[in-house]
């Protein structure tokens, strides 16, 4: 997925052999291990070539391969934590780093303390191009009424996505729905929407993935259901967009956390994932028919914004690299 996106940004792209050590079994750490092993020796062979100022890296496993060739190397490393928990990864590495960029302040108690610095989560001009009218007008919503806006990630949600297929009469008669399913799950996806009666299916508006119109999705939107991943600590503050999480049962306690931080601040609130079928309807009809309380979690999201996130973190990226050339 990232060599496909890199590409559509115009970057040159070098894959770099890795796995994951935490949470697998036995024969598949030693495999993963001989492969980290094959990726730092990769990793230098790369950096020898490029001579880079600095490193930058949002964790995952991969990163730990990079890092140690970096220092190895004597290159600056920038780790950037998009989630508030860092991942083991980004735990394993943080002593080799010159600095570590969070998104925000809860980050800080699981880091060197003295290494961090907090900028925000840095979104493009793909995100922040839009408005409620320009988002609209772009996807083809009425300019007027709620718009609720379900989406899973690039490779989709499927518990969110068939909670949704099997409420859509409901949740249509009190919004105009836009739905990002995701590839995976785009085949049924699409074959239901041709059995919805034409009543519904005019305000479904389904989509397998959205790209540089994922912007104009969460400006046109009123409300949003999603995952919790660490995108939605800029994106809906930004916005200011009230969302219901739905985090992900399976991914340590990372999107749990992220969820918690939100609801917490009033922005957000959390329907555990096997709940959603049941509760998916009633929690959409109360937000979206109380305009009271989604105006002020809107107003709580963007309270959180940083709109500079990105200028800030390019700003820390060129004083590490700074340090390679004191």
């Avoid at 060599?3 to 970057?11: C, I, P």
């Avoid at 107003?299 to 914004?305: D, G, N, T």
Wanted: aromatic share 6%.
């Amino acid at each position: 997925m990232e060599a496909e996106l890199v590409a559509r940004a115009g970057l040159p792209f070098i894959g770099i052999p890795a796995g994951g050590l935490h949470g697998v079994a036995l024969l598949n750490a030693v495999r993963n291990g001989w492969q980290l092993t094959r990726g730092t020796f990769a990793a230098m062979r790369h950096l020898r070539r490029e001579r880079p100022d600095a490193i930058l890296t949002t964790g995952g496993y991969v990163s730990g391969s990079v890092a140690v060739a970096a220092a190895w190397r004597r290159v600056p490393i920038l780790v950037y934590v998009p989630d508030i928990e860092p991942a083991q990864s980004v735990k394993a590495v943080a002593r080799l780093t010159t600095r570590i960029a969070v998104t925000v302040e809860d980050s800080r108690a699981f880091l060197p303390a003295e290494k961090v610095v907090v900028t925000g989560y840095p979104l493009g001009e793909r995100i922040t191009r839009w408005s409620r009218i320009t988002g609209r007008e772009a996807l083809g919503l009425p300019p007027g009424g709620p718009v609720l806006l379900v989406f899973g990630g690039s490779r989709g949600a499927r518990s969110i996505n068939r909670a949704l297929l099997a409420h859509l009469p409901a949740l249509t008669e009190i919004a105009d729905v836009m739905h990002v399913s995701g590839e995976l799950d785009w085949p049924e996806v699409s074959a239901e929407r041709e059995k919805l009666p034409e009543s519904v299916k005019a305000r479904y508006h389904a989509h397998a993935y959205l790209h540089d119109e994922m912007g104009a999705a969460m400006a046109a939107a009123d409300l949003v259901i999603c995952r919790a991943g660490a995108s939605i600590l800029g994106e809906f503050p930004y916005f200011g967009l009230p969302s219901i999480l739905v985090p992900y049962p399976y991914a340590w306690r990372y999107q749990k956390v992220n969820a918690t931080w939100l609801a917490n601040r009033g922005a957000a609130v959390i329907v555990e994932d096997a709940a959603l079928p049941e509760q998916i309807v009633p929690t959409v009809r109360t937000l979206l028919l109380d305009p009271p309380r989604r105006e002020a979690m809107r107003a709580a999201a963007r309270a959180l914004a940083r709109p500079d996130a990105a200028q800030r973190l390019a700003e820390l990226l060129v004083q590490v690299a700074s340090k390679s050339k004191g």
